[in-house]
């Protein structure tokens, strides 16, 4: 069975950086599309980036140029570079995957059916 096991979250203070991987372990599979959602405290979970192998990298508003997703098909992770972090940042970070070929990645987490646990970033002010 395929799982999805995040790392690399933590306690980072405002404008500084983190990075967190995505591994996809049980198995050799591709998924068609990877990406990542978080989840604050009270707040619903929201869309913050996604990579298709056909589509490219689609962003949320918040965190274009400060976020940048990669993928990595010769080790078959995904990773999440973040810079520039703010205290609206905090939040429980989900990696997902999406198994459906698709050309550009969905925003909508109903389209994902592999979740990881969830790693959480704490962003200090």
């Known amino acids: 069975q395929v799982h999805l096991v995040e790392s690399g979250g933590g306690l980072v203070q405002a404008g500084g950086s983190l990075r967190l991987s995505c591994a996809v372990s049980?198995?050799?599979?591709?998924?068609?599309?990877m990406g990542w959602f978080r989840q604050a405290p009270g707040k619903e979970r929201e869309f913050v980036a996604a990579n298709s192998w056909r589509g490219g990298n689609t962003y949320e508003d918040s965190v274009k140029g400060r976020f940048t997703i990669s993928r990595d098909s010769a080790k078959n992770t995904v990773s999440l570079q973040m810079n520039s972090l703010k205290p609206e940042d905090t939040a429980v970070y989900y990696c997902?995957?999406?198994?459906?070929?698709?050309?550009?990645?969905?925003?909508?987490?109903?389209?994902?059916?592999?979740w990881g646990q969830g790693t959480q970033v704490t962003v200090s002010s």
């Open positions: 049980g198995g050799t599979f591709f998924f068609s599309a």
């Open positions: 997902v995957g999406d198994r459906t070929s698709v050309i550009t990645p969905s925003r909508y987490p109903n389209d994902y059916e592999d």
